[in-house]
């Protein structure tokens, strides 16, 4: 996966692709998809959610730019992947997830592999978590447009990253909050599930 999928297809950053390297794909997938674990594409996790594919996931936390001091808000914790990743990229992950079933998979993934850097919270993660604000980055792991709250709650000189557009019709956005001001860049198309409001019980 690391060879072949990453490292051919651009990815450079060392610690990110260390970091792929260590964590267990395998144990954050269903029973029923453990074969397919490292396959070069999204897998189904239930409740009609995704684990995004090992590049995008890789992608997604080079472009970040993370040096391991920093804060970082997940918003879509799904089966905790690509928050394992995170948790040996910075200081300390902190991840909000709708829908309660994938955020107690969550826990007990990131339980088992004993990463303790990391605080889960079942919660719409549009209000993003004023109480732990500022973040240094913002990464957003489902499709929409960017929520006020999150740009509040960005740290100047702090990054917010999201696949923005409608209808499975995303591209990676990414912006850089500078002296008040938002500096907005653009990546590659992609596809997410959407951002939706409120908790799933
Ligand atoms: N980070 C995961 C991606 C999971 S898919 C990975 O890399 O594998 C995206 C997740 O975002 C889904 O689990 C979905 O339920 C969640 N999600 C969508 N809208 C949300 C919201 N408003 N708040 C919190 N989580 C949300």
Same mark, same amino acid.
């Given at each position: 996966?690391?060879?072949?999928?990453?490292?051919?297809?651009?990815?450079?950053?060392?610690?990110? &692709?260390?970091?792929?390297?260590?964590?267990?794909?395998?144990? !954050?997938v269903?029973?029923?998809?453990?074969?397919?674990?490292?396959?070069?594409?999204?897998?189904?996790?239930?409740?009609?959610?995704?684990?995004?594919?090992?590049w995008?996931?890789?992608?997604?936390?080079?472009? &970040?730019?993370?040096?391991?001091?920093?804060?970082?808000?997940?918003?879509?914790?799904?089966?905790?992947?690509?928050?394992?990743? &995170?948790?040996?990229l910075?200081?300390?992950?902190?991840?909000?997830?709708r829908?309660?079933?994938?955020?107690? #998979?969550?826990? #007990?993934?990131?339980?088992?592999?004993?990463?303790?850097?990391?605080? &889960?919270?079942?919660?719409?993660?549009?209000?993003?978590?004023?109480? !732990?604000?500022?973040?240094?980055?913002?990464?957003?792991?489902?499709g929409?447009?960017?929520?006020?709250?999150?740009?509040?709650?960005?740290?100047?000189?702090?990054?917010?990253?999201?696949?923005?557009?409608?209808?499975?019709?995303? #591209?990676?956005?990414?912006?850089?909050?500078?002296?008040?001001t938002?500096?907005?860049?653009?990546?590659?198309?992609?596809? !997410?599930?959407?951002l939706?409001?409120?908790?799933?019980?």
């Amino acid at each position: 996966m690391v060879e072949q999928q990453l490292r051919a297809r651009g990815i450079s950053d060392s610690r990110v &692709l260390q970091a792929m390297l260590e964590i267990p794909r395998h144990l !954050f997938v269903p029973e029923a998809m453990k074969a397919q674990a490292y396959r070069d594409s999204a897998l189904p996790i239930g409740e009609g959610q995704t684990i995004s594919q090992p590049w995008m996931v890789a992608r997604m936390c080079e472009l &970040l730019c993370l040096q391991g001091h920093e804060r970082v808000l997940e918003i879509g914790t799904g089966c905790g992947y690509h928050t394992a990743i &995170l948790a040996r990229l910075c200081a300390r992950v902190y991840s909000i997830e709708r829908i309660r079933n994938l955020h107690q #998979q969550a826990r #007990q993934h990131l339980r088992s592999l004993h990463i303790g850097n990391v605080i &889960l919270q079942c919660a719409d993660g549009c209000h993003g978590l004023p109480g !732990f604000a500022p973040f240094d980055a913002i990464i957003v792991t489902a499709g929409g447009h960017y929520a006020p709250a999150w740009i509040e709650q960005l740290a100047e000189g702090g990054i917010l990253l999201i696949p923005e557009g409608e209808n499975g019709l995303h #591209q990676l956005v990414s912006y850089r909050k500078k002296q008040g001001t938002l500096v907005r860049t653009t990546y590659e198309a992609c596809s !997410f599930v959407p951002l939706r409001s409120g908790v799933q019980s």
